[in-house]
């Protein structure tokens, strides 16, 4: 077992229960907060580049024009008059999401599964009547979910349905995979499950279980859940570890694509993989979150570093070199593979 | 330039500059640093004003006895009056005259500063020769005989004149006065008089042959800026002329709480050619002594001018430097600790809402009316309103809630509740409305996080703005917030780990 390995080699410090020294950290390759910003987002993400992926519509028109794959558009809800007749506009459609395009974390977002004779049914089984919907998107409209407010857009989509391995490791909610990128380079990826505690949401600090995904082949090597290390779902016991993530070289183009079509330095990317289309871009993330690092067991700087000086060696590199020197470098310890 | 070399000269010329100025003004212009070197004095700004009539004006304001003095300070400053001070005996007045007509709002100022101390002008001045025997006023009928009634009764029981005013006082100020009190009283305030006590008590004892007359006095309060004259008496008690507080006949005025500023009788303001006029007073307390303030204000520096501000304007300044101070904690909280706050800046704003109320009694209000807004604003969720109404929902209810504190403190008999309308309603609307969103998005936890995490930065804030060693210096020393923006700037490149994260990254081990 590499973890007891590890273990061995470090020896815990009755501090460890509280917390750890900077020194500690800094050996271990840990990113903060202000580090992410000063070295990483503030050089390597112009502003005026935030509007293409704070605004999904325009994330999405675009990567359609690179050839990606996203969710079907149903409609887009501009005006109060057709927030009114939401359920008319939607007949025929047995199942979507509806989002903010200009929302954040997760805000906003509502799934609807199924009909069931005029109500619309959520994941979880509660009902929604049309009327609720219509608030939904009045809501959405008002700028409830934008960033600072903002009047906005309701977007209905296709709702995503994952492949079964995957559907298996999420209490209700569809998992998502997030790979996070320096100058096109894959660095890190992990995939986020929902618990019942964190209610459908793919966030982890609202109690989701995120599992660190190697690089160079798609298996999950790890999982946490409120920051410490598990290896089984914490609601529905299944293993965490050692899954294949399926069509993974699909999933790294479409990440280092939609860099390339950003122009944003550091990026994360969203990718649900659909059972019967593959896997589809959800969003792109201008501010990728920290949590990563710990859903891997490895410090980003370790990992940001060579590619900062790979990206000073060759400037010019294209997808498949980029590609390959992420595989090559960022290969992690594998476990067994379940099953 | 790299970005780095850009911070660091610009931090270098930030600390050069602040740095230089303050160095400057404490070694060469000898403004004390520390504010235990201070020397406290007294600014006393009386401000006429008054709408001119279209004539030629003459304003004659009557001026303390220390305006003759050597070591206060005095000025005027209006535009385009004629000053001079006239003395007559040793009556001080002011006088203004302007040489062509006015017309439309005057404002005429005259600024004295004088050490603090007991001294409050209120001195026995002795009396050259006998004053007159007072007139006697006429009171028609029963009120004449009550009127007599108390005098006498004043005299049988009591001696000499300061037992008599003493006593006549205690009755004058008392609530549930006798039948004969209570009938001139009322007849004096049926005179619409300024101060119809005092008129009173001026009558009633010149009735026991003691003469009196009205006096004024300032309060020396920094915060009721713009006050009007604060009616004093003064009477003979047969060798001199002592001033006294009618609402306190017992006590000597207590120079570190009143100033003397008119006595001898006659008008405060004597005012030809204008209507409606008013004479306020502003105090605030100095603490660089007179002669290095001239040198200050002489000195090319613009920032040190606020010192030159009429008193009025400069009372503001009081809050305004201390927000860069909250600024401050704002950024070390939130980049080298990590503690998670609703918003940047509206700890800032709690802060300054807590220096106007006591902090233990601002918290426990704030909380009140979140935690109250918070459940209203869950009701009103129910009704599925559209956001803005909603918001404006969330003011009226904060507005009732407000008024319902007010006047249940007050039942209660805490003061408190009066002040309460001076918390910025708009802190508690717009932390109602994001804490409430954040509740739903995120889970009760994150809301009370937020909103405690900002409450404790608030508090902090406020302690850092409370010491009177760091007031003193963004006072007096305005540009050494010069050096506060260049630490500012620092933090800003700061990329080590925030506190908080030392604790969450507590479990991380190497894979």
């Known amino acids: 077992m590499p973890d007891t390995e590890t273990a061995a080699v470090e020896k815990p410090k009755w501090w460890h229960r509280w917390f750890r020294t900077p020194s500690e950290l800094r050996e271990m390759g840990v990113v903060g907060i202000n580090m992410r910003n000063a070295r990483f987002l503030l050089p390597n993400n112009p502003r005026r580049l935030y509007e293409l992926v704070d605004n999904k519509l325009r994330t999405k028109a675009l990567a359609e024009e690179f050839g990606m794959t996203v969710a079907e558009t149903y409609c887009v809800v501009r005006n109060p008059h057709d927030a009114n007749r939401i359920d008319k506009l939607l007949d025929g459609r047995e199942a979507f999401v509806i989002k903010p395009t200009r929302g954040s974390g997760g805000k906003g977002i509502m799934v609807i599964y199924k009909r069931e004779g005029k109500n619309f049914v959520k994941p979880s089984g509660t009902e929604v009547t049309p009327g609720d919907l219509r608030n939904h998107v009045s809501n959405i409209l008002a700028g409830l979910f934008s960033l600072g407010g903002k009047r906005d857009y309701a977007l209905v989509e296709y709702r995503v349905q994952p492949a079964t391995l995957l559907t298996d490791m999420s209490f209700q909610g569809a998992p998502d995979v997030r790979v996070v990128m320096l100058h096109g380079y894959p660095v890190m990826a992990m995939l986020r499950a929902s618990t019942k ?133 960022f290969r992690a310890k594998l476990p067994e593979p379940r099953d | 330039m790299s970005a780095q070399s850009k911070l660091l000269t610009a931090v270098a010329a930030l600390v050069a500059i602040g740095g230089g100025l303050a160095a400057y003004k404490s070694q060469k212009l000898g403004v004390p640093f520390w504010e235990d070197q201070r020397v406290d004095e007294w600014l006393v700004e009386a401000k006429i004003s008054f709408v001119a009539t279209g004539r030629k004006v003459t304003a004659k304001l009557s001026l303390p006895a220390e305006a003759a003095g050597e070591k206060t300070g005095q000025e005027s400053g209006s535009l385009g009056y004629g000053y001079h001070i006239k003395e007559n005996g040793d009556k001080l007045t002011a006088v203004w005259s302007s040489p062509e007509e006015r017309e439309d709002a005057q404002a005429l100022y005259y600024r004295i500063r004088f050490k603090g101390g007991l001294e409050s002008g209120s001195e026995e001045i002795p009396a050259i020769g006998k004053p007159e025997t007072p007139e006697v006023p006429d009171l028609p009928g029963s009120l004449g005989v009550a009127a007599n009634s108390i005098v006498n009764r004043a005299l049988s029981t009591s001696g000499d004149p300061d037992s008599i005013f003493v006593t006549l006082f205690r009755q004058i100020n008392r609530e549930n006065a006798s039948q004969e009190y209570l009938l001139v009283k009322r007849h004096y305030e049926k005179m619409s008089l300024s101060d119809p006590n005092i008129a009173m008590g001026i009558d009633l004892l010149g ?37 006294r507080d009618p609402l306190e006949p017992t006590k000597v005025p207590d120079g570190r709480e009143v100033y003397v500023w008119h006595r001898g009788g006659g008008p405060l303001l004597d005012l030809d050619g204008g209507e409606n006029s008013r004479v306020t007073f502003t105090v605030v307390k100095d603490r660089i002594p007179l002669a290095r303030l001239t ?83 869950f009701l009103l969720s129910r009704m599925n309103l559209l956001v803005v109404p909603r918001v404006a929902a969330c003011v009226v209810i904060v507005t009732l809630l407000m008024m319902l504190m007010g006047v249940i403190s007050y039942q209660l008999g805490m003061s408190v509740g009066i002040k309460i309308t001076l918390f910025p309603m708009i802190i508690i609307a717009w932390t109602l409305e994001r804490m409430s969103l954040i509740w739903e998005e995120e889970g009760k936890h994150s809301a009370i996080v937020q909103v405690s995490g900002s409450v404790f930065v608030a508090v902090c804030a406020y302690y850092f703005m409370k010491v009177s060693q760091i007031q003193y210096w963004a006072f007096y020393f305005p540009e050494m917030l010069l050096l506060l923006l260049a630490f500012i700037l620092l933090i800003g490149r700061y990329t080590g780990y925030r506190i908080s994260e030392l604790i969450r990254f507590k479990s991380f081990t190497n894979a």
């Open chain 1, 197 to 329: 505690e964190s209610d459908g949401r793919s966030n982890l600090h609202q109690g989701a279980v995120g599992i660190g995904i190697d690089i160079a082949t798609g298996m999950s090597v790890r999982a946490i859940h409120h920051g410490k290390p598990i290896t089984h779902h914490p609601d529905l016991g299944i293993c965490l570890i050692g899954v294949q993530i399926p069509d993974w070289d699909t999933i790294l183009h479409m990440a280092v694509t939609c860099q390339e079509m950003t122009g944003l330095g550091y990026l994360g990317v969203d990718i649900m993989i659909d059972e019967s289309m593959g896997p589809l871009m959800i969003e792109v993330n201008a501010r990728p979150g920290l949590a990563i690092q710990m859903a891997n067991g490895i410090g980003l700087m370790r990992r940001l570093v060579p590619v900062v000086e790979q990206h000073a060696k060759n400037p010019t590199a294209d997808l498949e070199t980029k590609i390959a020197f992420s595989k090559k470098h």
């Open chain 2, 207 to 243: 009735m026991a042959g003691i003469p009196a007359r009205l006096s004024y006095g300032v309060r020396l309060d920094e915060e009721n800026s713009g006050q009007r004259p604060y009616a004093l008496l003064e009477y003979y008690d047969g060798a001199s002329w002592k001033v």
């Open chain 2, 295 to 377: 040198d200050l204000r002489e000195s090319p520096f613009l920032i040190s001018t606020i010192l030159a501000l009429p008193a009025s304007e400069r009372a503001v300044f009081r809050y305004i430097v201390l927000i860069p101070l909250g600024a401050f904690i704002v950024v070390l909280m939130r980049n080298i600790i990590g503690i998670p706050t609703l918003g940047t800046f509206m700890p800032v704003l709690l802060a300054l809402a807590l220096l106007e109320i006591k902090p233990v009694q601002g918290i426990i209000m704030f909380s009140i009316l979140v935690g109250a807004g918070l459940w209203f604003r």
